[in-house]
C-alpha cells in the first residue's frame, strides 16, 4: 500500500482538518513535522510553492490546499462517505468550507488565534489587541452565519458528519479558547455542536500539542 504523508506544523488547523479526514476513514499515515517557519524554505517551497501548510505525498502523488486534499482522502479510501449525496447538502458542504476560506480563516481565525494562541505560545509575542479588536465584526459575522446555518442540524451539512465539519471543527476549536471567540459563541447552537464533534475519536486523536493545548 502506497504511504501517506501529511506534512505540516503540528497544531496548524488545517493540517489537523487532514488528520481528522484520514482518522475517519481509518487510514494509515505518517506526519512530516515541520518546524513554525520553515514553510518558506525552498525545499519545502518545491511541495508547496505557496508555502502554506499543508501538504501530502501518497506514493508519487502531491497534493496541496486542504479542500483537495480532504476530498482526495474521501475519494481514495474506504469508509463512511465524507460528503453528502443529497443536492442541498452538497450545497450547504461547499458554502460552509467557502465561508472558512474565504472570511473566517482569513479575516478572523488567522488574526485573533495567532494572536491570542499561537504567536504567544510558538513564537513568544504579545497579542496585537488593536488587531484582535479590528477582527471583531467579522469574527461575529461569521461565527453568527455558522450558527444560524447549523440551525438545529445535527452538524455543519445537515443531518450527517461531512467535510464542512472536518475543516470547521478545528478552526473553532481555537476560536472558542480564545476570549473573544468563547463571548461570541456562549449559548449557541455552534458551541453545542463543536462540543459534539470533540468527542469524535478524529478530533480526540488530532489535538493540537500540549503548547498550543495549554495556551488554548
Ligand atoms: N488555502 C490553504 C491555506 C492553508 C494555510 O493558510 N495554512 C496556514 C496554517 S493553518 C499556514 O500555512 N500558515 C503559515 C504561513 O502563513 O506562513 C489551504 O487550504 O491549505
Redesign the pocket.
Same mark, same amino acid.
Given at each position: 500500500m502506497s504511504e501517506f504523508v501529511v506534512h505540516g506544523?503540528p497544531g496548524?488547523? *488545517?493540517?489537523r482538518s487532514v488528520l481528522v479526514a484520514l482518522e475517519e476513514k481509518q487510514a494509515p499515515y505518517r506526519v512530516e513535522a515541520l518546524a513554525p517557519g520553515a514553510?518558506?524554505t525552498p525545499e519545502y517551497r518545491r511541495l508547496h510553492p505557496f508555502?502554506?501548510?499543508?501538504a501530502i505525498r501518497h506514493g508519487d502523488f502531491h497534493l496541496?490546499?486542504?479542500?483537495a486534499i480532504l476530498r482526495y482522502i474521501d475519494a481514495t479510501f474506504a469508509g463512511r462517505p465524507l460528503q453528502p449525496r443529497e443536492p442541498e447538502a452538497i450545497g450547504r458542504m461547499n458554502q460552509v468550507i467557502g465561508i472558512n476560506?474565504w472570511y473566517l *480563516?482569513p479575516l478572523v481565525a488567522r488574526v485573533i488565534v495567532f494572536e491570542r494562541i499561537v504567536g504567544p505560545a510558538l513564537f513568544g509575542k504579545t497579542p496585537d489587541e488593536a488587531s484582535i479588536a479590528a477582527a471583531l465584526p467579522d469574527a461575529r459575522l461569521c461565527l453568527g452565519e455558522l450558527d444560524r446555518l447549523l440551525g438545529d442540524h445535527a452538524y455543519l451539512a445537515g443531518d450527517d458528519f461531512s467535510l464542512a465539519d472536518v475543516l470547521l471543527a478545528p478552526q473553532i476549536y481555537y476560536l472558542a479558547a480564545t476570549p473573544e471567540g468563547a463571548s461570541i459563541l456562549e449559548g449557541t447552537a455552534l458551541r453545542a455542536w463543536l462540543e459534539r464533534v470533540g468527542e469524535r475519536a478524529s478530533m480526540q486523536a488530532t489535538l493540537p500539542p500540549q503548547a498550543l493545548r495549554k495556551a488554548a
Open positions: 506544523v496548524s488547523p *488545517f493540517m514553510t518558506r508555502g502554506r501548510i499543508p496541496y490546499e486542504t479542500q476560506d *480563516f
